[in-house]
Every structure is written in C-alpha cells, then in structure tokens.
C-alpha cells in the first residue's frame, strides 16, 4: 500500500492575483508547506519579462529535487512561453504531452504520465483546458481517446488540473469513463480567485482504484496572496493488490 500526496495548482505565472508582484518565492513556500509527493502545475513561466525571464520550470525543478520531471510549454509568447509543469518523487514510465488546441483558440495541452508508484503504476493527466464549454468538452472527448491515454493500461488513473468548468459540465463525461470527483460538492472546492474564490475551477477525478484519504483547498493566508487560484491538495492510497 502505498500513501500519496499530490497538488495541483494554477500558479499564475508566480503573479499574485491582487497584488500583481512577481514573487515565485511564494510559490515555493506554498509547496513547500504541503510537502507533496507529486506536483502539478499550470501556467508556470519560461524566459518571460513579466516573471524576470526565469526559467520557472528549471528552478523549480531543481528547488523541489524530485527525480523525476516533465515541462509542457503550450503558448508561446516573445521570447518564452508557459505552460504545465509535472514533478514526482517516482520515476516515469511512458509518457506524452499533447496539444489540446481547439480550432484556432490558444494553445493548450496534457501532460500523460505513468508514474512508477511502489505499488504499481499511476495514470496521471495534468493539464490546462479552455475557456469555452465547446472548447472543453473537445478536449476532454479528444484526450480520453487519445493514444497517449488509452495505451497505458493498466493503471490507476487520476485527471488534475485547471478545468475552467464553473458548472460541472464534464462530470457526466468522466462518470462515462468510471472517473469520479474527489473534489465534490463544488461549494467545498471553490479555488477562484484566491483572494475570496467563488468558482470551483480546479479539479481532481479518479478511478475506483484510488482510495481516497482527503482532498482539500489550501486557503492559507499565503496562498491567497501567492496566485490567482488557490493549490488543491489529495491524499489517497495505491494497493498493490488492486492493480
């Protein structure tokens, strides 16, 4: 059996939502607070003069020390870009990143990974979907099909990420696919804006081999300051036997 602690997070470029500042540090000392195992993160920077032309995803990375790490950049702007950042503390197996692009929309994308978890491995999607229904039930249907997702069988699968589904539109889509929230009701789950968050944005769904322990919002002092959105943190358990 083996005890996970994975956080998703819209970090906002290092930004804070009020305030404007660029202070990655904040970011870290969030992280850092939570003590994951697996981090997920969305809109994290890459030689960009708003965030100082850091390498967000190197800095990160190297701060953090997980063995294992993978950087999606989906839009480019100037002379960098942003995009998904997947950090574990197991190694990864197969693995893809794929453009979610709709028409002619920004870019957006998923990251797919299997994580070598000691009991077995973990199907795990990151990604940063759109801000059209039309546009998200796509990318949902499109990545759900998608050989990067469908050929690593079989795992325990989980789906994190920035959603940008204020109604739970997708729900009845992954219930199809035996997914289910761990961040439900939504009302328990508001992770937008961070200072005083109204929408459920961000969101996790799993399969019926994860065993979950808790999921929670981090509404500390510091994350609602640190980004636009706040960090969602879910403890859960792998068995050996169930995979």
Not at 52 to 73: G, I, S, V
Not at 225 to 231: E, F, N
């Amino acid at each position: 059996m083996t005890r996970v602690r994975l956080l998703t997070y819209n970090i906002h470029k290092g930004i804070g939502g009020r305030d404007r500042r660029y202070r990655l540090e904040r970011i870290v000392r969030v992280l850092e607070h939570e003590q994951p195992d697996i981090i997920c993160l969305q809109e994290v920077d890459r030689h960009l003069d708003r965030s100082r032309f850091d390498d967000q995803p190197r800095l990160l990375a190297e701060h953090f020390n997980l063995p294992a790490r993978m950087f999606q950049l989906n839009h480019h702007v100037a002379t960098g870009g942003y995009g998904n950042l997947l950090l574990s503390r197991w190694p990864f197996g197969r693995h893809h990143q794929t453009s979610l692009r709709y028409r002619a929309k920004k870019n957006r994308g998923a990251q797919v990974a299997e994580v070598l978890t000691p009991s077995g491995p973990l199907r795990l999607v990151n990604w940063h979907l759109g801000l059209a229904e039309a546009e998200r039930q796509w990318q949902a249907h499109t990545l759900l099909a998608h050989p990067a997702y469908t050929e690593i069988q079989p795992a325990a699968t989980l789906v994190v990420g920035d959603f940008n589904d204020w109604r739970d539109a997708l729900k009845p889509l992954f219930a199809a696919q035996g997914l289910r929230s761990l961040t439900s009701p939504p009302s328990r789950f508001r992770t937008f804006p961070a200072w005083m968050a109204v929408g459920a944005l961000d969101k996790v769904y799993a399969c019926p081999r994860i065993s979950l322990e808790r999921s929670h919002v981090v509404a500390s002092r510091l994350a609602r300051v640190a980004s636009d959105h706040l960090p969602l943190v879910v403890d859960f358990e792998l068995s050996g036997n169930s995979l």
